[in-house]
């Protein structure tokens, strides 16, 4: 069973910054792509980022394009979330994802979740 843990959220004012990292156990690492989603209140889920099983190509949101940037590092079996400039809208509650289809928008396995607060 996959299990995913996240952590790293927290409240920042607008234009900082925030790292989030996803410790991932349970299964062969390297087989999965790994993404984070993010589900603000009122709002349905949505991808923010997602890294290839090599962490060579990556992928995100147009919205977060150019301020976000994912990582991972397969020896920790971590993937991480550099968040900069950070805006209001982006506050939600960020979840780490792994699935072996690694396409857009879907995920086998999700984490409980970390919030993430922007203040204007």
């Known amino acids: 069973q996959v299990q995913l843990v996240e952590s790293g959220g927290g409240s920042v004012q607008a234009g900082g910054s925030l790292r989030l990292s996803c410790a991932a156990s349970g299964y062969s690492y390297g087989g999965y792509c790994l993404g984070w989603f993010r589900q603000a209140p009122g709002k349905e889920r949505e991808p923010v980022a997602r890294?290839?099983?090599?962490?060579?190509?990556?992928r995100y949101a147009d919205s977060v394009e150019g301020r976000f940037t994912i990582s991972r590092d397969n020896a920790k079996n971590t993937v991480y979330l550099q968040m900069n400039t950070l805006k209001a809208e982006d506050t939600a509650m960020y979840y780490c994802?792994?699935?072996?289809?690694?396409?857009?928008?879907?995920?086998?396995?999700w984490g409980q979740g970390t919030q993430v607060t922007v203040s204007s």
């Open positions: 890294i290839d099983l090599g962490g060579i190509t990556t």
């Open positions: 994802a792994a699935d072996q289809s690694c396409r857009w928008g879907e995920s086998n396995f």
